[in-house]
């Protein structure tokens, strides 16, 4: 039976391997989501182990994807709509790590919170290929459709607590303030496909470097709108304003995934259509990301100074890692995007190993994260104190942990790009933010927890309950996760060349022309 | 008077503008979602004029995925507005201050 219409269609090029990531995490999303609906008495232990064992595949999936891509060089495929480089596979990486180390988190927690649990896992996982398609995007639209696949099952999982109304408020705001955001990049998509008459990355950067615009108004605005709106993705100073919010509301593990993956992919996004795409065009969006930058660690840093909610200080603390993640963007040369991948991995680590940590804290009802259920702790946990305090050491970027490598490289990165005021600031915003790590160490270590004194005063009401939780164990998940993650930190602060070459592998590069 | 694109372009301005003032200053959550959708549909409009100039299909192409993710979008935002609202009737953008610090 051959059409003769047919015979002239030119069926595009598929690279099954390179797409592995996406499959394995969609379909085990939406086959979990299917056996569920099925079954009716599930064991809260499938779903999760099932989660975790999809993340490892793809986790695994990545060696021999990464070994391709360095043999082989980067690829476009499906008619130049999506690529594959060593970002691509390195961010797919880190999202697969960060959705293990999530459904450790969750399992424990949605026993304790008592919450119905197979919605988290679904979420997770697509909300994960939603990252990967951003990370392999070679097209604005196609780039917009990870992003949206990635956000909106985060919007529902930021309201995942059905009993927390916080929960339901931060689920609110994220999805006002990120559709407003997703509005913008869209709209700035539209703009640049007018001025450069595509929306492929390829012929958008071939276009912007063979054609001299006599009239360049509606890519300038195209480029500003598409910042607006990354910058609310990523969580920079001044479209900031979701996020101490939405990390105080969510469920912990959720904010974990929103930390360590969504910003993950949102740099990774961030990277390839501004300096892949608009390289050509860096003089006039790196300014911009400087001054982004230079406003995200100082406001980050110091309004972090004034929280007394240690999920508050750590969502601001993430507003200043952004800007320093900026920093690297603004460089807009291969060193800093080198740098920004190096700072992504480590960031990825202590982002999820701290939120780790608020998890275990938070108690019954996700709800112990002032700064005074931090008092003592070093007594009553000291191992838990103990791996926070690496935690929080590696995120100030203390020498032989990974944060130092991490900041040291993109301050390298900014200051060989002659971005000399913004590494300053950057600098000194370092030095401020220190003082807000050592605020929590200082609570943990050298006062007293009040708990101890209202149980010798006779005070036995709600502190006693609270105190009386403070003794249950660690769960074995969100032991896993500390651990690792700290040891990592550690291990990427003492031999740091590996990281180093692996980012300098992971630059993205133009494919597809 | 011929009807030129960038007449459609300063349409499709003029919309997203007013979504986005829209969405910044009304203090109720389904009203906010229709400015969402305002400034989404501004973006096709301009996609679709500036697809028409350029005699390209791509920018008439993208309407259609514009146009599912924003019904995904809405969905889900409905259904919070919906979780909330169940235990808070008639509420407001402006009830919704527990969290802060």
């Given at each position: 039976m051959s059409n003769p219409l047919l015979a002239n269609v030119v069926t595009p090029e598929v690279l099954w391997w390179a797409l592995i990531p996406v499959i394995l995490l969609s379909a085990g999303g939406m086959l979990l989501l299917t056996v569920a609906s099925v079954v009716?008495?599930?064991?809260?232990v499938v779903p999760q182990a099932w989660t975790v064992v999809t993340g490892l595949a793809v986790l695994v999936a990545s060696v021999p994807m990464w070994n391709e891509v360095r043999s082989g060089g980067p690829r476009s495929y499906l008619g130049g709509m999506v690529a594959v480089d060593g970002s691509t596979v390195l961010v797919t990486a880190m999202l697969a790590a960060a959705v293990v180390a999530t459904a450790l988190l969750a399992r424990p927690y949605l026993a304790r919170e008592d919450l119905p649990g197979v919605e988290l896992y679904v979420l997770l996982m697509l909300s994960a290929a939603g990252g990967v398609v951003m990370a392999s995007a070679d097209d604005l639209i196609v780039l917009f459709l990870g992003l949206e696949i990635l956000s909106i099952a985060v919007y529902v999982l930021a309201a995942?607590?059905?009993?927390r109304i916080e929960s339901q408020e931060a689920a609110l705001k994220y999805f006002v303030l990120g559709a407003f955001a997703s509005a913008f990049l869209l709209y700035g998509m539209a703009l640049l496909y007018g001025a450069t008459g595509s929306t492929r990355l390829a012929l958008i950067a071939e276009h912007l470097s063979s054609v001299v615009l006599l009239d360049d108004g509606m890519l300038l605005a195209g480029i500003a709108l598409l910042l607006v709106g990354l910058a609310f993705k990523v969580a920079a100073?001044?479209?900031?304003?979701w996020t101490p919010d939405v990390y105080q509301g969510a469920p912990s593990p959720v904010v974990a995934w929103m930390a360590a993956g969504v910003k993950a992919a949102g740099f990774a996004a961030m990277v390839r259509v501004?300096?892949?795409?608009?390289g050509t065009h860096a003089s006039d969006w790196s300014p911009a990301v400087a001054v982004l930058a230079g406003l995200s660690v100082v406001v980050g840093a110091s309004v972090a100074v004034l929280q007394t909610d240690v999920r508050r200080m750590l969502a601001y603390s993430s507003i200043a890692h952004a800007g320093f993640l900026l920093l690297g963007v603004q460089a807009a040369d291969a060193r800093g995007t080198a740098a920004v991948y190096a700072y992504l991995v480590v960031y990825t680590l202590l982002a999820t190993g701290s939120f780790a940590v608020l998890t275990v804290m938070g108690g019954p009802g996700d709800?112990?994260?002032?700064l005074d259920d931090y008092r003592g702790l070093a007594r009553r946990r000291p191992a838990l104190a103990g791996a926070f305090t690496i935690l929080l050491l590696g995120q100030a970027g203390v020498p032989f942990t990974g944060g130092f490598v991490a900041k040291l490289g993109v301050l390298a990165a900014a200051v060989e790009g002659r971005g000399y005021w913004v590494a300053g600031v950057a600098m000194l915003a370092a030095a401020i933010a220190a003082f807000v790590y050592l605020r929590i160490l200082v609570a943990m270590y050298l006062e007293d927890g009040y708990l101890e004194d209202a149980g010798d005063t006779g005070d036995t009401g709600d502190t006693g309950d609270a105190e009386g939780t403070g003794d249950t164990g660690v769960p074995l998940g969100a032991r896993v996760v500390i651990g690792v993650s700290c040891v990592s930190v550690l291990a990427i602060g003492i031999v740091p060349g590996p990281l180093m070459d692996l980012a300098r592998d992971a630059v993205p590069v133009l494919v597809g022309g | 008077m011929v009807v030129t694109t960038s007449w459609y372009l300063a349409l499709g301005a003029v919309l997203f503008s007013l979504g986005a003032v829209g969405l910044l200053t009304r203090r109720n959550p389904l009203i906010m979602f229709m400015c969402v959708e305002l400034m989404l549909n501004a973006v096709n409009l301009t996609f679709v004029s500036l697809g028409a100039e350029l005699g390209d299909l791509g920018g008439q192409l993208s309407v259609f995925f514009v146009l599912v993710v924003a019904a995904a979008e809405v969905v889900v935002g409905l259904g919070i507005i919906v979780a909330i609202m169940r235990r808070r009737q008639g509420a407001t953008a402006d009830d919704l201050s527990v969290l802060g610090g």
């Open positions: 009716r008495r599930l064991s809260d995942l607590h059905l009993r100073v001044p479209f900031h304003a501004l300096v892949v795409a608009l709800s112990a994260h002032s | -």
